[in-house]
């Protein structure tokens, strides 16, 4: 199959390119950014074919898509800073790349009669209660600049196309860019103590076991909506911090707070981030390997 990638240089497209280029797909990558700006690892996605792709610019998208001609485009592109998107001279630009770029893109793939697939969020859910958000809940209540827009993405994708996966994920990690464990590793170097919520509930999700199931699921027909993180169980940051510097050999106390006192972000965050992933074994695929596992995996492969 021949696949159009889009956010190659953000920590998922990376791993989706690899991924799709190791079973013998054929990839092309795009990203705003000149050339491929992402991890130099050595790995495929540094020597597949690249393309620089404002998802903004409406034409520009139907002919570069066009030209490649895909039979599946993976939508790894976003603007994913949730705290900036509050901005009050953000929030266009925001909207333009989540929604209007993604509504772009599924113009596209519905002329060309190809499969797409949106990578949405937790965040589209008001975050309240303790019960697992389900796939095909329609319950919407974004909490902030950042879930509305994706949201407005989803809506773009499900309304526009047949042939869709949208997949919401939660609290990613991966090799590009920044990510809470990178930030708890730094923090936990020059600090004998760190304060962290302990009320927000989720389970994490590696970038390069979520690549796994995207491609599993675009060799396929079972589209729809699903939800993707790592298994494991649920849990809090707080928790996970504990694992992650057990598992780095940091000797960091951590203390466990309360979003009230942590202080308040910019953006409200969900204090549900349960996420109920029973409908990928439903549908046959394999699940991904338990955020333990994964956490051990990506210290070695970051060096930890």
């Not at 034409?59 to 901005?87: L, S």
């Not at 925001?94 to 793939?109: E, L, W």
């Not at 095909?136 to 996966?165: M, W």
């Amino acid at each position: 199959m021949k696949f159009f990638v889009t956010g190659v240089g953000g920590q998922l497209g990376h791993d989706v390119m690899n991924e799709l280029l190791k079973r013998g797909h054929e990839g092309v990558g795009s990203d705003i950014q000149e050339n491929y700006s992402g991890v130099a690892d050595g790995s495929a996605v540094t020597k597949a074919p690249y393309v620089a792709l404002d998802i903004t610019d409406k034409d520009a998208v139907e002919k570069v898509i066009t030209e490649v001609n895909p039979d599946a485009v993976i939508h790894c592109a976003a603007w994913t800073a949730v705290d900036m998107a509050e901005d009050d001279d953000k929030v266009a630009k925001v909207r333009a790349i989540n929604a209007g770029g993604t509504q772009s893109i599924a113009d596209v793939c519905k002329k060309l009669d190809c499969k797409m697939t949106y990578i949405s969020t937790d965040y589209v859910f008001d975050g309240q209660g303790t019960e697992p958000w389900k796939p095909d809940c329609k319950d919407y209540k974004p909490l902030n600049v950042y879930g509305q827009t994706k949201l407005e993405g989803e809506l773009a994708v499900s309304q526009t196309l047949g042939k869709y996966f949208i997949v919401r994920i939660a609290w990613v990690f991966g090799l590009n860019g920044k990510n809470f464990i990178k930030t708890m590793l730094n923090v936990g170097k020059t600090h004998d103590t760190v304060r962290v919520v302990n009320d927000q509930i989720g389970t994490p999700t590696y970038t390069y076991d979520l690549a796994r199931l995207l491609v599993d699921m675009n060799e396929t027909e079972k589209y729809g909506y699903y939800h993707a993180t790592n298994e494991g169980g649920y849990i809090s940051w707080y928790d996970f911090t504990k694992e992650i510097y057990r598992q780095a050999g940091y000797k960091t106390e951590v203390l466990p707070v309360t979003t009230a006192e942590y202080g308040l972000s910019k953006a409200s965050r969900p204090f549900n981030s349960r996420l109920d992933k029973s409908k990928l074994v439903e549908a046959g695929f394999t699940p991904l390997p338990t955020w333990q596992d994964a956490l051990s995996r990506y210290l070695k492969e970051i060096e930890q």
